[in-house]
């Protein structure tokens, strides 16, 4: 399973928020179709990871987020 | 989560919905609530049980639920436990929380709901929207919870609603 390729870029700036909000969601609906693949939860994790903390910070979030999301 | 659950540690409902033993939601609202700092009595917990049954597909089994309790018995808040966990469950879900005016939603949602999300680690994948008329719970993951509320003596000029002196507001 592998995640949907993201829509072309049109060449401007990237905002590194919103893709990575993007890229989570991509995430979650692989990781969704496909609980048993280990290497999307991980990415899907540390992708929430980075989502919730920044540069790299974790109280915790990820894992509290995995348990509400199932 | 089963029938088998056991509610006698709070005071269980005289007339309630059974619980008919299929999975339901009931874990990730204690989830929800736990990081929210509430804790849940035990007929808030019967209600989320009995609420978020899901079918074989995942689906909520019922469609709709009708819950009466008297005031200040726990129903915003466990409304907003169980709106965290269906907000964080599917990315991109739209939730929408109705009361009987739009300052009686937004106090619910910015005075009640909000420090307490903002207090917790939902605070940093959750934002408030507070534009008049947009009022939402923003989730990174894309779902939402907004609000809906009902007006009084609100003019409108066509339509089925003529003449009704109640009609549904929108918002977000």
Redesign the interface.
Known sequence: MVPAAPPAADGGPVDPQASL?AL??RL??AHRADPGNALLARELRMTLGK???GDGAD???AE??S???? | MTGSLNFSAGCPARWATPLTGRPSLLERVEVAAAELRIDLMGHQRQIAATATELDGSGNLVYQQVTVTIPRQQGKSTLMLCVMVALAWRRPRTQIIYAAQTRLDARRTMFDEWWPMIAASRLGRVCKPRRAAGGEALLFANGSRIGLVWVEEGRPRSHGRYRGHRRMLGPAG
């Open positions: 909000e989570a969601r979650e609906d989502l919730a903390g109280d915790g979030l509290f987020l348990r509400l999301s199932g």
